[in-house]
């Protein structure tokens, strides 16, 4: 039987291992479009349940369940994630009213988690992150037939999860031609055998950290150290000065330095025939000074107060760990309003311009995120307590964001929360364009999807990977015009593949076109871009551009 802590210790096992291969597991990713990479994405998710989890004295397997459960399906980002925190929330219901647990308890926990998580799929892929999951779950009850020992019937789930990942290639074409595994299973995988490392030899599995976080943790040592050398500094002032010798002058070096270690500390004096080189710490830089003057004329001076440094090395110090602060991805500053509407959007947008883009279209909050930055759900709660509506409608604007929206809404009970499965920026805009405030909810829906659907979406990026990709080869770096999600162009240039991509897509029944330029574009580019595209479409079409400022992306094209 495994109580409380033994969970807990378990949990906490799990995410340090599948944090310690999230590089790993990213790199299994074939499809070379940058994207919230799964290792990444789950990683997070579990570590946003694995973070609180140390604080707890939780001591019954219900109590750390539901606690994990809850702080997964808020911390959840992405669609692996989401799939995450489903199978966990399963684990909080197969445990209630359990302080402790058995294998057989395990087993049927899994299994409801497996369940949750297929039935939130839209349409279920085997060969994924849910074949891994459901074999394992199997494999766990059919060990409980013969024992209920937890390690043995969990053994049994690793040992399944290990045999449906290696069947996920042949499941998934894409994956064999790849020649990798799944992402999403390999990273179920690591969690399942950190789980394991507990429950068999009572060992957490240590969290190993990257040279990023090593170098934060050197610098904290360092900022910990000048903080106890500022309170040993006996005297304020550095002082520093090189007196050019007097060839007339008999004084004798050695009662220089006499005179100076009677007024401070840190005393260096270095002589030669031509100069003299002085630092003290003092509190009277005047008196150093003048002892100087009587060898010959100062050179140079420096004076330095140390204190002072020291202050506003604390001071920058701060406003580096406040700076970080506010570009984590859940540090969005909503605060929650009442609703006096009837109904609110937020949307999900990265780049100022965007950002701009969907509050002219009426959306009251912006969620800050993407391809690259997939925010979590607890972040899509906040902005939808921010949006003062009865109901709040959220524009997901990616494929890879739409779960995590959806586990919003049972979290909100004071209004309700629609998602509109929007897959693209391009779509989001579409969908806001095409509401009608004096229209019913479910009318506006449907129209908006309607709209949403008739949009196509260009974008043009880099390839974040060496890999193939729609039948082509791709390499690292290379400059990929995707339409629809599917390669059409590839190039050395983003401003000619964007003119590419815009005249594969355009077709006689194109009126308009929208180009969202990005952080890494200036506007002489993107002007040129535009001039070249009117000289070579029709003159009928209405072409527009736009500053979006995103990341990652240089074009993001709306063609209607």
Excluded at 326 to 341: I, Q, R, S, V
Aim: hydrophobic letters at 40%.
């Amino acid at each position: 039987m495994i109580n409380g802590s033994t969970l807990r210790d378990a949990i906490l096992s799990g995410a340090h291992n599948i944090g310690n291969h999230k590089t790993a597991i990213n790199d299994l990713n074939i499809f070379p479009v940058p994207d919230g990479d799964t290792g990444t994405n789950m990683s997070m998710t579990i570590g946003a349940a694995a973070s609180e989890l140390q604080k707890s004295a939780e001591t019954s397997a219900e109590s750390v369940s539901k606690t994990a459960a809850s702080l997964m399906l808020r911390g959840a980002r992405g669609n692996s994630g989401v799939i995450l925190s489903l199978l966990f929330r399963g684990f909080a219901k197969g445990l209630e009213g359990k302080d402790m647990a058995d294998g057989r308890d395990l087993a049927e926990a899994l299994r409801l988690g497996v369940d949750a998580a297929y039935k939130a799929v839209m349409n279920p892929t085997e060969g994924t992150i849910l074949t891994v999951a459901r074999v394992a779950a199997e494999k766990a009850a059919a060990a409980c037939e013969n024992d209920t020992d937890p390690v043995y019937v969990w053994a049994a789930a690793c040992l399944g999860a290990s045999e449906a990942l290696e069947t996920t290639p042949q499941l998934l074409p894409v994956l064999k031609k790849a020649g990798v595994v799944d992402a999403g299973g390999q990273g179920l995988c690591m969690i399942f055998d950190g789980i394991l490392s507990v429950l068999r030899d009572g060992v957490i599995v240590e969290e190993e950290k990257t040279d990023e976080e090593k170098l934060d943790e050197t610098a904290e040592f360092f900022r910990n150290v000048a903080a106890e050398f500022d309170q040993e500094i006996h005297f304020t002032y550095c002082t520093e000065f090189v007196v050019g010798r007097d060839p007339d002058c008999e004084n004798d070096p050695a009662d220089l330095r006499s005179t100076l270690e009677a007024i401070g500390d840190c005393v260096v004096v270095v002589d030669d025939d031509d100069i003299i080189k002085v630092h003290v710490h003092t509190e009277e830089p005047g008196t150093a000074l003048q002892a100087g003057l009587q060898y010959g004329s100062l050179l140079t001076i420096k004076v330095e107060n140390m204190k002072e440094q020291h202050r506003k090395a604390a001071e920058e110090n701060e406003a580096a760990k406040s700076a970080a602060a506010a570009k984590k991805p859940d540090a969005e500053g909503f605060e929650p309003a009442e609703p006096t509407e009837e109904l609110g959007f937020v949307a999900v947008a990265a780049g100022e311009g965007m950002a701009n883009l969907f509050r002219d279209l009426g959306c009251t909050q912006i969620v800050s995120g993407g391809q690259t930055m997939n925010p979590s759900t607890e972040t899509l709660m906040q902005a939808v307590l921010a949006t003062p509506a009865h109901t709040v409608m959220i524009l997901p604007n990616n494929k890879n964001i739409i779960m995590a929206a959806e586990q919003v809404i049972p979290l909100v009970n004071d209004r309700t929360v629609v998602v509109l499965p929007t897959r693209t920026i391009p779509q989001g805009m579409s969908a806001m364009l095409a509401y009608d405030p004096d229209s019913p909810l479910e009318e506006n829906q449907n129209a908006m999807m309607t709209a949403a659907s008739h949009v196509a979406t260009g974008q043009v990026t880099y390839a974040a990977r060496t890999s193939e990709f729609g039948g082509h080869k791709i390499r690292e770096g290379e400059i990929m015009g995707l339409a629809n999600g599917k390669l059409e162009i590839t190039g050395d240039n983003a401003s000619d593949v964007c003119v590419k991509l815009v005249r594969s897509m355009a077709s006689r029944h194109t009126s308009f076109i929208t180009v969202l330029y990005g952080a890494g574009v200036t506007d002489e580019d993107a002007a040129d871009v535009e001039r070249r595209l009117r000289s070579k479409l029709r003159d009928d079409i209405e072409i527009t551009f736009v500053n979006g400022g995103q990341p990652v992306y240089s074009y993001v094209i709306s063609i209607e």
